[in-house]
């Protein structure tokens, strides 16, 4: 199964925000969308990503004053992205090995989309049925 499928059903909605937003407006967007993390772009270039753990560390460490710091002050700059092409299984073990949970999907420089871990398990969860539904029909020769 490849990237593009679960971008077909899902859509290609990236939430974005700029890296000069607060913390606080990042928050708003993530309770806004019911989502785990964004984009942080620039001028529609990609250049960080930030998610609710790296609210959740830096808190810790700054406390609420962190809520009016800008969101480049706790974004990752070096984002691991995924093309349409790649399979759900290759992305599924990247995001096991590097521990996150979010790859944003690039296609010619742009992001087309992004994919999180329920989005990989759902797709793969679906594989697995239709494989189990193939075999079934093929033991009982309907
Ligand atoms: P997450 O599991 O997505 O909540 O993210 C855990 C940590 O990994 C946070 O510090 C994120 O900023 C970072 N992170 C999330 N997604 C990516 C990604 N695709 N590339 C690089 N870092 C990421």
Do not use: N
């Amino acid at each position: 199964m490849l990237i593009s499928a679960i971008l077909r059903t899902k859509g290609s909605q990236v939430v974005s925000v700029a890296p000069d937003a607060t913390v606080a407006s990042l928050l708003t967007e993530l309770a806004r969308h019911d989502i785990g993390a964004v984009v942080v772009a620039r001028q529609e270039t990609l250049i960080g990503i930030v998610s609710e753990r790296d609210v959740v560390r830096h808190l810790r460490r700054r406390g609420p004053d962190l809520l009016a710091a800008p969101v480049s002050d706790i974004m990752t700059s070096d984002v691991v992205t995924c093309v349409p092409e790649d399979t759900v299984e290759e992305i599924s073990e990247h995001m096991t090995r590097h521990r996150f949970r979010h790859v944003p999907v690039t296609s010619k420089g742009r992001v087309v989309g992004i994919v999180s871990i329920g989005d990989l398990v759902k797709s793969r969860l679906r594989g697995l049925e239709d494989d189990r539904a193939r075999l079934e029909a093929y033991i009982h020769g309907t």
